[in-house]
T-cell receptor
Framework: DQQVKQNSPSLSVQEGRISILNCDYT??????FLWYKKYPAEGPTFLIS?????DKNEDGRFTVFLNKSAKHLSLHIVPSQPGDSAVYFC??????????????FGTGTLLAVQP | DGGITQSPKYLFRKEGQNVTLSCEQN?????MYWYRQDPGQGLRLIYY?????DFQKGDIAEGYSVSREKKESFPLTVTSAQKNPTAFYLC???WGQGRGGYTFGSGTRLTVV
C-alpha cells in the first residue's frame, strides 16, 4: 500500500526552464510534507517543507504547492540548473506509535537538467 | 561540524552471516531512524528510536535488530534471517518528532556475496 506516490520515475528539462515534480498521497492524516534531494551513493538532504494548513511555501528557486482536496503536492524549481540533477523524494509525516511522527517516502523522481 | 556518520560505506556479507552497520550522530538529536532503499521502492523504515534504551519496529523490521545504548549511536544488525539484505541503508536523526525534517547519513551499501 503505497501511501505516497511519485508516478514519474524521471523528468528531463532544459537549463533555465521550470521543473515540476509531482507527488500524490492517500492518507488524509498526513499533516506535514517535505521534499528531499538525493545524489547517488549519498544520503538525502532536506530541501523544503510545507504544513498542511498552508497551500504554498517558497524558498529561493524552490516552491512547494499543496492541494489538499486533490491530495496532491508539487515542487517547482525555477530556473532549473544542471546542479539540480538528482533524485527528488516526496515525504509525508504521520503520527506513528502514539508518540512520534514518522516520514513516509515516495519512490522518487530522477530529474535531469540538460545544459 | 555536526552530522551523522555511517560506516562502512561499502560492506560485503557472506550468506548466513550477521553484519552490523554503524551510525553515529553529534547533533544531539533525540530520535534516530534506519531506512532501506531499493530501486523503485523509495525509502522504507526498518527501526526507529525516540530515546536511549527504547526503539520501535518500522514497516520492514523482520531480519534486523538494533540497540540504542547511547544517544549518539544507533547500530543496525542485519541478521541471517533477512532474506534479501542487499540494499542501500540510510540512518537518520531528528529533533523530537521530526517535523523539522531528518538529517541523513551518507549511507552504507550492503551486498551479499
Amino acid at each position: 500500500d503505497q501511501q505516497v506516490k511519485q508516478n514519474s520515475p524521471s523528468l528531463s528539462v532544459q537549463e533555465g526552464r521550470i521543473s515540476i515534480l509531482n507527488c500524490d498521497y492517500t492518507n488524509s492524516m498526513f499533516d506535514y510534507f517535505l521534499w528531499y534531494k538525493k545524489y547517488p551513493a549519498e544520503g538525502p538532504t532536506f530541501l523544503i517543507s510545507i504544513s498542511s494548513i498552508k497551500d504554498k511555501n517558497e524558498d529561493g528557486r524552490f516552491t512547494v504547492f499543496l492541494n489538499k482536496s486533490a491530495k496532491h503536492l508539487s515542487l517547482h524549481i525555477v530556473p532549473s540548473q544542471p546542479g539540480d540533477s538528482a533524485v527528488y523524494f516526496c515525504a509525508a509525516s504521520v503520527r506513528y506509535g502514539g508518540a512520534t511522527n514518522k516520514l513516509i517516502f515516495g519512490t522518487g523522481t530522477l530529474l535531469a537538467v540538460q545544459p | 561540524d555536526g552530522g551523522i556518520t555511517q560506516s562502512p560505506k561499502y560492506l560485503f556479507r557472506k550468506e548466513g552471516q550477521n553484519v552490523t552497520l554503524s551510525c553515529e550522530q553529534n547533533l544531539n538529536h533525540d530520535a534516530m531512524y534506519w531506512y532501506r532503499q531499493d530501486p523503485g521502492q523509495g525509502l522504507r523504515l526498518i527501526y526507529y528510536s525516540q530515546i536511549v534504551n527504547d526503539f520501535q519496529k518500522g514497516d520492514i523490521a523482520e531480519g534486523y535488530s538494533v540497540s540504542r545504548e547511547k544517544k549518539e549511536s544507533f547500530p543496525l544488525t542485519v541478521t541471517s534471517a533477512q532474506k534479501n539484505p542487499t540494499a542501500f541503508y540510510l540512518c537518520a536523526s531528528s529533533w523530537g518528532q521530526g517535523r523539522g525534517g531528518y538529517t541523513f547519513g551518507s549511507g552504507t551499501r550492503l551486498t551479499v556475496v
